[in-house]
């Protein structure tokens, strides 16, 4: 079956612009995660959705970042007036709303702000 | 502040050899131990999973040790091949009521197996 799509892969926007960020979890998957992953580290949180309802924005690094699954399948991260600090892999993950339900993984949209 | 700090940052390891990545948490209410491995330009994949009540857990050439009271635990890769050349990121998480689980990463193991 498909597996957690993303779009677009690669981003390139300049300082100051808008980008939406595309989020196709596996079909069913009631919980989708956010995370951002600077180069050489971690993946790190940003927000989580439970169905439509978003439960936890706790990781969202300014109030330009925004996301949204208003019908609770695809979701949309959008970052407003782009600096080069948001500059990273935004990587989607969708699961199971059940103990322990793994986390997929989508391949991620690289984001370059020049 | 780092949560689960992971070392070493970079590994290099002889075709057969034993690869281990060892991690330690501070938050004691994590209870969930997974382990990720990553390919350039892909997403990370679940490798492994460990809860606390157990001290060891093994699937196939992969082994999870976790030493609760050190609140740390570590992946071996034995008899380590070439296409295990990834990184490798173990992270934490707390159950939350209500919520699915919120995974809190290290910052990742580049791992090169030599052929």
């Known amino acids: 079956g498909a597996g957690v799509s993303q779009s677009p892969r690669y981003k390139v926007a300049k300082r100051g612009q808008d980008v939406a960020l595309r989020c196709d979890p596996i079909?069913?998957?009631?919980?989708l995660f956010w995370y951002q992953q600077a180069l050489g580290q971690g993946p790190e949180f940003l927000t989580y959705?439970?169905?439509?309802?978003?439960?936890?924005k706790s990781g969202l690094p300014s109030d330009r970042f925004f996301a949204e699954r208003p019908e609770g399948s695809v979701s949309t991260l959008k970052i407003q007036r782009t600096q080069q600090e948001d500059s990273a892999v935004y990587l989607c993950?969708?699961?199971?709303?059940?103990?322990?339900?793994?986390?997929?993984f989508g391949n991620g949209t690289r984001l370059t702000v020049t | 502040q780092q949560q689960v700090k992971q070392s070493p940052q970079s590994l290099i390891v002889q075709k057969g050899g034993i690869s281990i990545i060892n991690c330690a948490y501070e938050?004691?209410?994590?209870?969930?131990f997974p382990w990720y491995q990553q390919f350039p330009g892909k997403g990370p994949a679940l490798l492994i999973a460990?809860?606390?009540?157990?001290s060891e857990k093994k699937e196939g050439r992969f082994t999870i040790s976790f030493n609760k009271s050190a609140k740390q635990f570590s992946l071996h890769i034995m008899d380590s091949q070439p296409g295990d050349s990834a990184t490798y990121f173990c992270?934490?998480?707390?159950?939350?009521?209500?919520?699915?689980?919120?995974?809190?990463f290290g910052s990742g193991t580049q791992l090169t197996v030599l052929p």
């Open positions: 993950a969708s699961s199971h709303h059940r103990e322990a339900s793994p986390l997929h």
């Open positions: 079909s069913g998957h009631v919980s």
């Open positions: 959705f439970q169905n439509e309802a978003q439960l936890d």
């Open positions: 938050n004691t209410a994590f209870d969930y």
């Open positions: 460990i809860r606390p009540d157990v």
């Open positions: 992270a934490a998480s707390a159950a939350v009521s209500g919520s699915a689980r919120q995974l809190t």
